[in-house]
């Protein structure tokens, strides 16, 4: 079995900055991708960026520039720094990672989620 856990939420006011990070533990043969979505209330949830793993990233428009994200040597963490933060990036984030479990499966999986406030 696999479990995402994301840390690094909070509360900031616009203009600041925040690092999430989330690891994947249990047992599996390689993360394929892993990445960052977001969900405001009354909104759909949204891919904020994903990592690859052969290091390719995709991003949002709306973060470019803004947020990185990143992975670990292990390829079992995933980070998305986060600068500039602006009162809409405020949502619950969600890690995201698409797993080789073992030979012949893949499957999605989500953290809990991690709240992100940014105060005008």
């Known amino acids: 079995q696999v479990r995402l856990v994301e840390s690094g939420g909070g509360l900031v006011q616009a203009g600041g900055s925040l690092t999430l990070s989330c690891t994947a533990s249990g047992t599996f043969l390689r993360v394929n991708a892993m990445g960052w979505f977001r969900q405001a209330p009354g909104k759909q949830r949204e891919l904020v960026a994903r990592?690859?793993?052969?290091?390719?990233?995709n991003y949002a428009d709306f973060v470019k520039g803004r947020f990185t994200v990143s992975k670990d040597n292990t390829e079992r963490s995933v980070y998305l720094q986060m600068n500039s933060l602006k009162p809409e990036d405020t949502a619950v984030y969600y890690c995201?990672?698409?797993?080789?479990?073992?030979?012949?499966?893949?499957?999605?999986?989500w953290g809990q989620g991690t709240q992100v406030t940014v105060s005008s």
């Open positions: 990592i690859t793993s052969d290091a390719s990233t």
């Open positions: 995201n990672a698409v797993i080789n479990d073992y030979v012949l499966s893949v499957n999605e999986y």
